[in-house]
């Protein structure tokens, strides 16, 4: 029940960002990550207290790690099944899954990891195909893990919980005034500071946005294109088998006009 | 922040004798995108570079700080040093004056006040967003279509493999030859005119070869099953059933995905980008019949952008030009900005708006669109899988051929049983 209200509120709010927002309800901000959590099924706390920063870079930290996890895994996934399916001839050419430097980042979850995490949390998402409603076969070819749309799912995941964290310290002064609150600063410096706080965030909201939208949509493209580039490298390789074949047939079919016009009337 | 850029600005271009000639064209930016490199840490760079060239929270200088500054510099405002000419020509004179911007001739203020300082400062300021919010745009359509290329665009110096390579190396297996110069050297001796006879005229070898076969009879269209041994049928399950199954795996839209592209679809005509906004992700399931794909590159992003350019038009224009009607309607400015804001106003009324900056501009962005839509063109399937399909028509045509070559064999060379 008390769960219940808090999302209400937190609608309305959202409802009515104008209405004034200048100090969130005391008992509102002390729920504020289980609201965000209840809401999104993201894994990160996002308490409104928390320095922007740390909560920022935390952030970034885990979509990062997201994505170089997928991209590795696909590629390895998809090498793996050409081989398998080929008996090994398939992969010759193919361009094996990239290794991943993770420069300086430190990933500790796995993307597989972070959606058990989200599922525990509530998280119910499904992949649809694009063709062939109701086919069962397509629909289990989806339920790779880590196709462009479970990746997707998850990275937007966690992409909600900070959405509403940046939402919340946009309309929060009261952790605006903790974090500064050592300084003395004028009324107006303190209006001048909070506003271009405030619209830090914002900047900060659609730049993620943008970021993560290109990524998805990268993250698409390669996965796609790998299993192309995959499947073209072992037909590649079934060719080359018979090349010498393809060849005559070739010949044979070039010169035949030349050869034999007359006879080739029918 | 944004007084430092401001300052920055002034006492760059400051002080400045300022004519209104033509645009210079904008330096080309699609295209550009060629050193994308590996995949470690693909999230991270790609966020760091976007929406940077208006970040005004870091304190270091935007990379793209002295890009947005020559382009300000683009403007034709000529740049004279107020030391070695303090004195405006005519010709600047008739147009500050036609302004309204100062009014020299009446009561011969001095051209180096404070108050014009503010004032040219105002004017560049103004200059410098419009540029930067061009070249953000040019940008995002740089960055989002060299990402959806990079794949795709016969080169691997951007990307550890490409699918046009690929192709490439399969056509001079499979054809003995390149795709690109089959054309000129099709087989003729097997297209048959009306009357039955064989045609060495037409250029049209494939299409035509099959209607003729099919009107001679005895030579159906065939429906080949991927289920039979036979060669044809290998061949049509090696090329086609594959795809079909590759197209399965990412052209799907999960629930938040959809919502994702939803709201960024319309986040253009909203300021607010972490409100209510968001949550629509979370209600309705996606719409079958609309790919995810679909749904990136005609909403996520082209929609996003065209809208936010054709904001920054309306912005520059209409609302002043809104302004003009209040100052009709209520016979006063309808402002209360001071009078040097007001005439940065006209100013920017006079630069942005008139007919032939306005007529630069919107070609400008023409161009931009359609180099965008050239380069969307050549995506996966405007591009890679009409080439398959007809890879497929050419291997039919070869097996078919070969049919017909045995039927004639048979029919004319091997010796036929006496009676």
């Known amino acids: 029940m008390k769960t219940i209200q808090i999302k209400i509120y937190f609608f309305i709010a959202l409802l009515f960002p104008s209405v004034g927002f200048a100090e969130l309800d005391t008992k509102f901000r002390e729920e504020f990550p289980n609201v965000v959590k209840d809401l999104c099924h993201s894994t990160l706390s996002y308490a409104l207290d928390s320095p922007f920063e740390e909560v920022s870079a935390e952030y970034h930290k885990t979509i990062n790690c997201l994505f170089d996890d997928a991209f590795a895994e696909s590629s390895k996934r998809i090498f793996k099944e050409v081989g398998q399916e080929t008996s090994g001839k398939g992969t010759e050419g193919l361009v094996k899954a990239p290794e991943f430097a993770n420069t300086g980042v430190q990933c500790t979850k796995k993307a597989s990891e972070i959606r058990r995490l989200q599922e525990a949390n509530g998280l119910i998402t499904r992949c649809i195909p694009s063709s062939s409603e109701g086919d069962a076969n397509e629909y289990k070819t989806v339920r790779e893990p880590y196709s462009a749309c479970r990746v997707g799912e998850v990275v937007l995941t966690e992409w909600c919980g900070y959405q509403k964290y940046l939402w919340g310290k946009t309309n929060d002064d009261a952790s605006f005034r903790n974090e500064y609150e050592k300084q003395i600063l004028t009324p107006q410096d303190w209006d001048r500071l909070f506003t271009q706080q405030k619209n830090h965030y914002k900047y900060e909201s659609e730049k993620a946005r943008k970021g993560l939208l290109e990524t998805i949509n990268l993250y698409q493209k390669y996965e796609q294109n790998y299993r192309f580039h995959a499947w073209l490298k072992a037909m590649e390789n079934r060719f080359k088998e018979n090349k010498s074949l393809w060849g005559k047939l070739r010949t044979v079919f070039d010169l035949y006009p030349e050869k034999f016009i007359n006879a080739a009337t029918p | ?419």
Request: glycine share 6%; charged share 25%; aromatic share 10%.
């Open chain 2, 1 to 419: 922040m944004k007084n430092k850029y401001l300052w920055m600005v002034a006492i760059l271009f400051f002080p400045l004798g300022i004519t209104y000639g033509a645009m210079e064209q904008y330096p080309q930016k699609l295209g550009d995108f060629s050193s994308f490199g590996g995949f470690d840490d693909v999230y991270m760079r790609i966020y760091q570079d976007a929406n940077e060239e208006s970040d005004v929270h870091v304190e270091s200088q935007s990379k793209y700080e002295s890009e947005i500054l020559d382009r300000v510099g683009q403007h034709n405002l000529r740049k004279r040093s107020r030391a070695s000419d303090d004195t405006y020509t005519q010709q600047e004179i008739e147009i500050l004056s036609s302004l309204g911007v100062i009014d020299i001739h009446k009561d011969g203020a001095d051209p180096t006040s404070s108050e014009e300082q503010v004032f040219i400062s105002q004017i560049l300021r103004g200059f410098y967003q419009y540029e930067q919010q061009l070249l953000q745009f040019q940008n995002d359509l740089a960055r989002a279509n060299g990402l959806r290329s990079i794949f795709e665009n016969d080169s691997n110096a951007d990307s550890p493999f490409d699918i046009i390579k690929d192709l490439r190396i399969l056509d001079q297996l499979i054809f003995g030859e390149k795709y690109d110069s089959q054309k000129t050297k099709e087989p003729q001796f097997l297209v048959y005119n009306g009357e039955g006879a064989l045609s060495m005229e037409t250029e049209d070898w494939q299409d035509q070869r099959m209607e003729a076969l099919q009107e001679k009879g005895g030579f159906e269209k065939k429906e080949y099953s991927n289920h039979t041994n036979s060669l044809t049928g290998t061949i049509a399950g090696i090329v086609l059933k594959p795809l079909t199954k590759l197209l399965s795996y990412s052209l799907v839209g999960g629930v938040s995905t959809k919502g994702m592209f939803e709201f960024s679809a319309h986040s253009g005509t909203s300021q607010d980008t972490s409100g209510a906004g968001g949550f629509t992700h979370a209600l309705a399931p996606p719409d079958k019949t609309q790919t995810l794909s679909e749904k990136a590159q005609e909403e996520g992003i082209a929609s996003g952008l065209n809208i936010a350019i054709e904001q920054l038009l309306e912005s520059n224009c209409i609302e002043t030009d809104a302004r003009q009607e209040r100052k009709k309607e209520n016979g006063s400015d309808g402002t209360k900005e001071d009078p040097y804001l007001q005439q940065f106003n006209r100013v920017g009324l006079f630069i942005r708006c008139q007919d032939s900056r306005k007529a630069d501009f919107l070609s400008d962005l023409q161009t931009i669109r359609e180099k965008a839509d050239f380069l969307a063109e050549k995506s996966h399937f405007e591009d890679i899988l009409p080439r398959i399909l007809n890879w497929n028509k050419d291997l039919k045509s070869y097996l078919t051929s070969a049919k017909e070559i045995h039927q004639i064999f048979k029919r004319d060379f091997i010796p036929k049983p006496q009676k």
